[in-house]
């Protein structure tokens, strides 16, 4: 395993993050093919032998037993400062906000929920799920830093945002004296690009790490076209996203596969080989052995500029898909989405 900064901060992560997505109770979450507990701790275990020690999951992953399958299975199998853990809070619910509930509020209490599942005194990087257009940003980063200054949370990232939500979040933050993002973990792989139009120069700019999901476009890009899986077949959410696209995004996974016969190596291989030449630490979903092996071993591919560009050269635009098409502002609540009480920012 190879391993590097995450961005602005201190944390020395592995050059693979592994998914915690598909562990949890399936009974308590909104997909099938999730992995049990004990399932799911003999992948993270295989992980943390392949030199692993980046791990994401979320308070949303069915509800809440993710982080309670990662946080048991990290205690009994690694030593806690010998691993970053990560996880995700989402915005407020109508309900919160009715109750008058504050995004500082929000914030604390998810924190604490997740400390509780996760069995830690504190998370190493805890990310805003997705963006919260009713809830004013400078509560949010607010919010953030109060956890970061308690000790709660190390460092903060956000997940599904705009580059200009991230500049503009990360200006905040550093007029206010605020703990700042540093790391953003968007919807990114071979047959998605469109973070390359201005996130992955922000990113670059101000040296924020970029840990992308969906690194293997939920195993498409892992297989060749017509092979299938349980996951494929019952993951309508993976559907919602690729679907559309199928028939172009077939050209590149064909170009994929003729490379993965040409070294030898597995498509997950060759996916990924060409993911790390552009991001700091893909987040790679594991519910079979084999997933994590296959990642590990990516990290130690290299990819000839013409192959990249062979891999690269048949992509067209994409319409915006999954969490970043769904959470969009209505015309109520983009007016205020840059202000709190008489402040503007």
């Not at 400062?81 to 619910?93: I, Y």
């Not at 206010?176 to 922000?202: D, T």
């Amino acid at each position: 395993m190879k391993y590097t900064k995450l961005g602005n901060s201190d944390l020395n992560v592995s050059r693979i993050c592994m998914g915690c997505m598909g562990f949890g109770d399936s009974k308590n979450g909104q997909h099938s093919w999730t992995l049990d507990e004990e399932h799911s701790r003999e992948i993270i275990r295989r992980g943390l032998d392949l030199g692993v020690n980046f791990y994401d999951t979320a308070i949303a992953y069915q509800s809440g037993t993710s982080e309670q399958y990662v946080g048991r299975a990290l205690r009994d199998f690694a030593k806690r400062d010998e691993v970053v853990v990560a996880t995700k809070f989402l915005p407020r619910t109508p309900e919160d906000i009715a109750a008058g509930i504050t995004g500082q509020q929000h914030i604390e209490r998810m924190i604490n929920k997740s400390l509780e599942n996760l069995g830690m005194d504190y998370v190493d990087l805890y990310i805003y799920h997705m963006w919260d257009w009713n809830t004013p940003v400078y509560d949010i980063m607010d919010g953030l830093n109060r956890i970061v200054k308690a000790g709660k949370a190390r460092y903060i990232g956000i997940s599904n945002c705009y580059a200009w939500q991230l500049a503009k979040a990360n200006a905040l933050a550093e007029k206010e004296g605020f703990a700042k993002f540093v790391s953003v973990q968007g919807h990114y792989n071979l047959i998605f690009r469109e973070e390359e139009r201005e996130m992955a120069m922000l990113c670059n700019e101000d040296n924020i790490a970029m840990t992308p999901y969906s690194a293997l476009a939920s195993g498409r890009l892992a297989r060749l076209p017509g092979e299938t899986s349980k996951r494929a077949e019952e993951d309508s959410y993976a559907k919602f996203k690729y679907d559309a696209t199928k028939e172009q995004d077939e050209v590149i996974i064909r170009r994929v596969a003729e490379l993965a016969e040409k070294h030898g190596v597995s498509m997950t291989e060759i996916s990924l080989a060409w993911l790390l030449t552009k991001v700091t630490s893909p987040v790679v979903g594991a519910t079979k052995m084999h997933h994590i092996e296959g990642a590990a071993k990516a990290v130690d591919i290299e990819l000839a500029s013409d192959e990249i560009s062979y891999l690269e050269e048949p992509y067209v635009p994409h319409s915006l898909a999954g969490v970043m098409a769904q959470n969009k502002p209505s015309e109520k609540n983009e007016k205020h989405v840059w202000s709190t009480g008489s402040q503007k920012i």
